[in-house]
Nanobody
């Protein structure tokens, strides 16, 4: 059973940076699609970056492209989300998610309902 735990959330002013971490309790191999989702009050859960195949493949939504970087340290069973130039609209609860998949295309097409394993979430608040 894969168990995920996020950390690193907090409050920051616009333009600042935060780094989120997601530790998984078991080894999620290269065939796992992993992603960071975020959910603001009253909004749907949005997938922002995805990572697959030992970190060789990544996908970013337009809303975070150029500002966020997803990475994976398989030796530490940890996924990271480096968030730079944060904006107030980035404020949300951030969740990491994992799902075993057979292809990159499948990974990058997954919505929130396609992921089986979730962390408990960590709050990110960006003030203007």
């Amino acid at each position: 059973q894969v168990q995920l735990a996020e950390s690193g959330g907090g409050s920051v002013q616009a333009g600042g940076s935060l780094r989120l971490s997601c530790v998984d309790s078991e080894y999620t191999n290269s065939m796992y699609c992993m992603a960071w989702f975020r959910q603001a009050p009253g909004k749907e859960r949005e997938g922002v970056p995805f990572i697959y195949a030992m970190g060789r493949s990544t996908y970013y939504s337009d809303s975070v492209k150029g500002r966020f970087t997803i990475s994976r340290d398989y030796a530490l069973n940890t996924m990271y989300l480096q968030m730079n130039n944060l904006k107030p609209e980035d404020s949300a609860v951030y969740y990491c998610a994992a799902e075993p998949v057979a292809s990159q295309s499948r990974c990058f097409s997954l919505g929130a309902t396609g992921f089986t394993y979730w962390g408990q979430g960590t709050q990110v608040t960006v003030s203007s």
